[in-house]
């Protein structure tokens, strides 16, 4: 019999797929046990000599883990659709196939940059601690009055298939919706009624701007002081891609300066967010904890996807998704 694969898990997952990979004689499972990462130094230890990796995004798999792990390593395997926390590159440089778990996550994920939306426009999170903090006496004609949603202008700062979902639920609101994207995608804007635009003009026009990009060097601070200064005043921002996207210092001086009128924010530079942040002593700020893949369903599926391309990648064939490749 051959010797089973050895597999380090930087997390317990959800899913049958993990369930049965823990069943299986052919796997050799180190499954680390805590909610937090692996600290650096038990992460380089547990990949010695393993044969596929599977992480998440609060693991910083660069070439020190690779090297540590060994030329054995056969697969990367991160149960989320971004991979910016993973040196791609050096696992090209070693043949590593990275693996991911795109699509299964759209509509979950655009459904939070909904909820977003909705809830920064609505102060939806403000008015339910009012009623939690006995703060509610009466009614007034501006009581936590917010913004309409409806008939608004949506834009959407890459349109990949994230921004392209958040663009179609736009649509039963009855919005005017303005995308941008690093490569045009025109037919894409059209398919769900939304049109191509200039970044900047994105920014100037729309009165909700959600951020919906993939974190690289050319992204890194995109939304920045210029960003904000071409915001209409009041008009809000949504980020449900990946916190460096926004320059954090920038956005909390554009609210503190009424230049823009609030922001709801699933991601945030360094997460958790300190809790120091400025941003948490803002009433016109939602701040959630990186949840925008969260449901149950959702994220048993990226588990399953992330065990296929683990049982693929150590079995040499191609991984149903991967990055880099
Ligand atoms: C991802 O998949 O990249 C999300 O940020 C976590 O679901």
Redesign the pocket.
């Known amino acids: 019999m051959t010797a089973p694969y050895r597999v380090f898990v930087t997390r317990a997952l959800p899913g049958n797929g993990f369930a049965q990979l823990l069943e299986d004689p052919a796997f050799d499972l180190d499954v680390w046990p805590e909610d937090f990462p692996p600290p650096r130094d038990e992460l380089l230890a547990r990949v010695a000599g393993v044969d596929g990796l599977v992480c998440l995004?609060t693991d910083t798999i660069d070439g020190q883990v690779l090297d540590a792990a060994g030329s054995q390593l056969r697969v990367v395997s991160q149960?989320?659709?971004?991979?910016d926390n993973v040196d791609v590159a050096a696992c090209a440089e070693r043949g590593i196939p990275v693996g991911?778990?795109p699509g299964v996550?759209t509509d979950t994920?655009a459904d939070m940059a909904w909820a977003l939306i909705l809830a920064s426009a609505r102060r939806v999170v403000e008015a339910a601690e009012y009623v939690k903090d006995g703060e509610w006496k009466t009614w007034t004609p501006t009581q936590i009055a917010g913004i309409d949603v409806h008939g608004a202008t949506l834009g959407i700062i890459g349109f990949g298939a994230i921004g392209q979902a958040i663009a179609r639920r736009a649509q039963g609101f009855g919005m005017r919706v303005l995308c941008w994207n690093r490569s045009p995608r025109p037919k894409e804007a059209a398919a769900v009624g939304a049109e191509q635009s200039e970044f900047d003009l994105v920014l100037s026009q729309s009165d909700f701007v959600c951020v919906s990009i993939a974190l690289t060097d050319d992204t890194r601070d995109l939304i920045d002081a210029r960003a904000f200064e071409l915001m209409k005043p009041g008009a809000i921002l949504v980020n449900t891609?990946?916190g460096p996207i926004v320059d954090e210092d920038a956005l909390a001086a554009a609210l503190r300066d009424g230049q823009i009128g609030g922001a709801g924010l699933d991601?945030t530079a360094v997460e958790p967010l300190s809790m120091d942040s400025p941003l948490l002593t803002m009433d016109n700020v939602v701040v959630l904890p990186?949840i925008?893949?969260?449901s149950m369903a959702t994220?048993g599926k990226?588990a399953d996807m992330a065990v296929a391309n683990l049982r693929a990648g150590l079995a040499g064939q191609p991984l149903p998704n991967s990055v880099g490749s």
Not at 79 to 83: D, E, K, Q, R
């Open positions: 995004i149960m989320a659709v971004g991979v991911n778990t996550l994920t891609a990946r991601v990186h925008g893949s969260a994220r990226m």
